[in-house]
C-alpha cells in the first residue's frame, strides 16, 4: 500500500468515540449502537479501517476483527494523533427546544469548548432537558469534526445558583446588547489569560435581575454581538468564535 | 392605551415582508400564504397590529382591515423604524443539501449580509439549488430577526466564473486553513474599509486548482478559523461573526 493510499484509507475510515482504554494491540468491544453503524449501516468487514479516541489517549487506527449483526471487535494497530487539550472554555446556555438545541450543543462542540453547562434562567423555554440527548450529539460533532475530546455535559442548575458560586478567577464572557464597550473584539482584548465562560441567555434574553447580578459581577465581562437580533444558536456560535478568535486558540 | 401598552402591543405584533410599497394612510393586501398564516394560523381579526417592511420604506405598524379566510387586508397607520442599508458583504457559498442550506441561508441572513450568492465549486454536493426556497428562508429570517431587508439571491455561478469577473475594489474573504497569518482577527484587522465578499467552501474544502486562484488573486484575504475542523454552516456563522465585528457593523 502506497502512502497515499494509506492517508486515504485512514482519512475515509469511520471516527468513534469509545469509553475503552487505548494502546497498540488492545481489543475493543464496540457498544451495540456503534456495532450495528458499522456492520448494518456501512456494512464493514473484518480489515476494514476505524479511527478511535476516547478523550485520554489520542486517536489510534484500529481494524475490525469480529464484524456479525450485533457484534463488532477491533484490535487496535498504531496511533494516528496525540491527545490534545480542550481550551479550558465552558458553554454556559439556556436550553431550547428540540431540534435547536441539538443544534446548538454540537455547535458548541466545534467550537471546541470543555463543558457543555445548561442554565436555567427566567425566561428558559425548555423545562426539561434530555442529558442523554445532548450527550450523543457532542459525542456526533466531536466523531464528525475529527475533535479529541467530548465535552463534558452537567445537570441543568438555575443560573443565580451557578453565579453565587461561579469562581472568581474564570472570566465570564455574556452577550448583552447595552455593553458599555460596542466593540467585541476590544472587550475581548481586555480580558487577561486565563479559564472562561462564555454564557448565551435565552432568546427573551435575561430578565431585568439577571442583568443587574451580571453586571455587577466582578468576574463577568459583557460583550456586544452588534445591532442585529440574533436567535440564541446564533449568538453561540459567533460568541464563541470571538472568544477563540481573541483569547482562545484561533491565534 | 398607556405607553407600555403600546410598545407591548408592537412589540408582539407580527412581522411581515412585504412588496408593496409603505406610507401612512395606504392600504396592503397580503399574499395568500401570509392571509393564512395572519388569519388562520394566527387567528387575528380585524384590528390586529402587524409590523411590516419592504426593504425600502423602513418598518411600520399597520392594523387589520379584513380578516377572511383567503384574505387579508391591512392598512399602515405610523411609521416604527427608518430604513436601514445592510453592510455591504456579500456572501458566497457552496450550498449544501436541504436542510442544512436552509439554515445556512437563514444564519446568513441574521448576520445581516446584503446578498446570497451560491457558488458551484469541484466538491459542491448539491448540484442543485432552489431559489424560491433559499428567498423564503432569507425572508423567515429577516421577519423573525427584526432585520429590514432581505438579502438578495442570485442564481449559482461557477466559482470560477465569479473569481474571474470579481471586482478589484471588493475585498473577497475566504476561509483557508493554511492562511499565513494565524490569528484572523490580525488577518481581517489589515483590510481596508470597503465593499466585502465572505466565501465559504463545501464541507470537502477547495480543490488544489481553486485553492490555487485563490491565493494568487489580488482581491482575496485569506483567513484562518482555528485547529478544527468545522462543518460548513458553522464556519459561515463563525466567519461573518468576525468580520462583523473587526470591518463590519459590530464596533
Known sequence: MTQTHKENRIAKAPRLFVAA????????????????????VLRLRAGAAVRLFNGRDGEWLAEITTAKRGKCTLQIRETLRAQETPPD?????????????????????????????????AYTVADRVNLERMRANAIEAAEQCNILWVPEV??????????AHWPEERRLIFCDEAAPIASPVEALGAVAPGPLGVLVGPEGGFNAEERAV????SFAVPISLGPRVMRADTAAVAALALVNAVLGDWR
Chains 1, 2 share one sequence.
Open 21 to 40: 482504554d487505548l494502546a497498540a494491540g488492545a481489543e475493543v468491544t464496540c457498544e451495540p449502537g456503534q456495532a450495528n453503524y458499522l456492520v448494518n
Open 89 to 121: 472554555i465552558d458553554y454556559l446556555f439556556a436550553p431550547l427546544k428540540k431540534a435547536r438545541l441539538d443544534y446548538m450543543v454540537q455547535k458548541a462542540t466545534e467550537m471546541g469548548v470543555a463543558a457543555l453547562r445548561p442554565v436555567m434562567t
Open 154 to 163: 452537567s445537570e441543568p442548575q438555575p443560573l443565580r445558583a451557578v453565579l
Open 214 to 217: 451580571l453586571r455587577n459581577a
